[in-house]
């Protein structure tokens, strides 16, 4: 290869290599003024308060559902709108969702309700759901440290006297997962600055169905309602005890899951009542249930069909009996004598 046309190829080289380089130039150089006119065209404007997740209806205000963001100036609503400069720190803690809040969106003073304005409480129900109010104490509500948000369970406690006069005395779990709206007329655990205050009180507002609320109202005659507080993550347990009691069916998708998850937290249970009674606690207690009924008269005969094994439960046995008989029977009472005869049997 001559010298001649070394030179040209050399010479292309560099004509090409100016050339891509001055269309760079050029090209970044056009997209930074456009880049900097998008920024300018849209302002941002004040902080205001928006949902940090999806509020639906009925959502008592806390301090972690809610954040400040910067919104662009043309777009913010001063009347409406809850601004940083104009709000004060947890004055919104508290408060109900009126009207369902996606997640990113703007607080407005429609959207909320505050406590002591009408329709508080209403608001504050979820769909079809009522609320009820049952009597308690320091004792039957864990000393105060039940507040509204929380989720409990319902125990009542009674004694039931037979002919013999000996109290059965048991304890069923008879509702689970209620949803605490008040306490008092407290509906946050928050003083006047903001911080958490654990008081004690005489009454608790609970969110219920409309048959639970029924269960309940008859309880608070029947004996002493307690609370008892659930932990705070206890999905995954509910789930599993709502699946093998065959109250929901697992869907397949995650989403489907996700939803049902979140229906199972914010529903109360009234299917699976649990009881102790005072001969699981003490070998001196009775627990079976007492006879009740006969002709009113200490030398008459008494006669009660029962299924099951029979125990002794008189007074002064240092422990309950063995079954003397598993299947169907009769026991036949004849003053202070038992005898237990089974059915078919002489």
Known sequence: ???KKLFLIIGALVVAIGAAFGVNTLMRGSATPQSQAAAAAVPQGPDILVATRALPVGTIIT?????YQAWPQALVDDKNYFLREKTANGSLVGTVVRNAITAGEPLTQGALVHPGERGFLAAALGPGMRAVTVSVSAQTAVAGFVFPGDRVDLSLTQSITGDDDQAL?????IVRNLRVLATDQRTTSKNADGKDEVL???LVTLE????????????????KLSLVLRPLAEDTAELERAIAAGEVKVPEDAEGEKRLLLEIKSRPSDSDVTSTTGGEVSPWAR??????GGNGGGSGA?????QGPVYSDRAGSAAPAAPVYSGPS???VRGDQVSVVPVGGK
């Open 1 to 3: 290869m001559d010298g």
């Open 63 to 67: 301090p972690d559902a809610v954040r």
């Open 169 to 173: 005395y048991v304890t069923d779990t």
């Open 200 to 202: 004690t009180y005489a």
């Open 208 to 223: 219920v169905t409309p048959r639970i609320a029924e269960k309940i109202t008859v309880a608070q005659v029947m004996g």
């Open 287 to 292: 627990r079976s249930k007492p006879s009740t």
């Open 302 to 306: 008494r006669a009660d069909v029962q």
């Open 330 to 332: 009769v026991r036949v």
